[in-house]
């Protein structure tokens, strides 16, 4: 195959040599940080190419986007793409992210983070800023455990799933993110596998692009630990079980796609509503006269709305 067919480019200054051959993608991650610490067969290689691809087809420049990670495997990922990228603490991304959203309303600002840090640690964050519409993209990968720490149960590990900290089967019945995620108050709500890439590319540019707080699960394979503590195979054996084992399903009832061990995984593109966000409540406010002593003077119908 010619190069021209492959997408990919040759390095000029660097001859033909196959090892200097170039991904399309290579100017958004960053090579110094190569090799990365992803173990093989993890889903987090398949997620972050589609985020990649995403954000080049949104068209948006470089330099107005910004991403945030909290602490994890998934964590890294900010690390290791080459835009204004921040590795912030556990659990702390979407309050670091509000605050530079506040900051540079311009901006395209983007969360990516696994499970254990949006809503373990960062559920309130989480909560809140969905309910405040913040005009934040929140990506987060749910592998069912915390990859980085060892493989502990998480917040989406389902019932009687074996962790390293549920030796006798997890008891906690899981949250199901996107529920929380409508119920709170986002304004774009989605769910994919790792297998399906395309879906995923299209809501990730879909979130991307929508004004307001959107949210992507991506369930996705953690071989290492959950797989290995369960007895369900390699990240292949994952991907099989996401391509016969998931219903596309738009139109779900929410409380009733809680993902249960072994049964089938409900995806879709569930939520999508108009809600003003939080700037544009401010902005419209403070464009308004204030009464004496600086107390908003409210029109009739706020009055009686009140
Ligand atoms: C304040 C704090 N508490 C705990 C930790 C340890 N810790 C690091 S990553 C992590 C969980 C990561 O799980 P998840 O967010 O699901 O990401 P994954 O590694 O599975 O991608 C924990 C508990 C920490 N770094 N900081
Ligand atoms: S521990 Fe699990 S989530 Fe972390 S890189 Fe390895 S396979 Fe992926």
């Known amino acids: 195959m010619n190069e021209e ?22 100017e958004y991650v960053r090579e110094e940080r190569m090799p990365h610490i992803w173990c093989s067969g993890c889903g987090l290689g398949i997620s972050l190419n589609t985020f990649l691809h995403a954000l080049v087809n949104t068209g948006i420049p470089k330099n107005k ?3 945030v990670s909290g602490i994890g495997c998934t964590g890294r990922i900010a690390g290791y793409t080459e835009f204004d990228s921040f590795h912030t603490t556990h659990g702390r991304a979407i309050p670091f992210a509000t605050g530079l959203k506040l900051a540079r309303p311009d901006l395209k ?8 840090d949006l809503v373990a640690i960062g559920g309130n964050h989480f909560i809140h800023a969905a309910r405040r519409n913040v005009d934040i993209k929140v990506i987060c990968v749910n ?18 799933a074996i962790t390293s900290s549920t030796p006798y089967g997890n008891f906690a019945f899981p949250v199901s993110i996107p529920y929380l995620a409508a119920a709170a108050g986002a304004v774009y709500v989605a769910r994919w596998t790792v297998y399906h890439a395309r ?25 290492t630990l959950y797989a290995r503590n369960n007895k369900i195979g390699s990240g292949l054996d994952m991907l099989k079980f996401y ?17 249960v061990r072994k049964a089938k995984i409900v995806v879709g593109n569930f939520v999508d509503i108009k809600r003003a966000t939080y700037v544009d409540l401010i902005t419209e406010r403070l464009s308004k006269p204030m009464e004496k002593g600086h107390v908003y003077k409210m029109t009739e119908e706020e009055k009686e709305n009140r």
């Open 199 to 223: 879906q995923m590319e299209l809501s990730m540019r879909k979130a991307i692009l929508k004004q307001g707080f959107s949210f992507l699960e991506i369930i996705s394979p953690c071989p």
């Open 65 to 67: 986007i910004a991403i």
């Open 5 to 26: 067919k492959m997408g990919c480019q040759l390095n000029p200054s660097a001859g033909a040599d196959q090892a200097d051959m170039l991904h399309p993608l290579d």
């Open 143 to 160: 592998n069912s455990n915390y990859g980085m720490t060892g493989g502990q149960a998480s917040p989406t590990t389902p019932l009687n």
């Open 109 to 116: 600002v983007i969360v990516f983070s696994g499970e254990g």
């Open 243 to 259: 391509k016969e084992n998931t219903v596309v399903d738009h139109k779900a009832h929410l409380k009733d796609i809680n993902i």
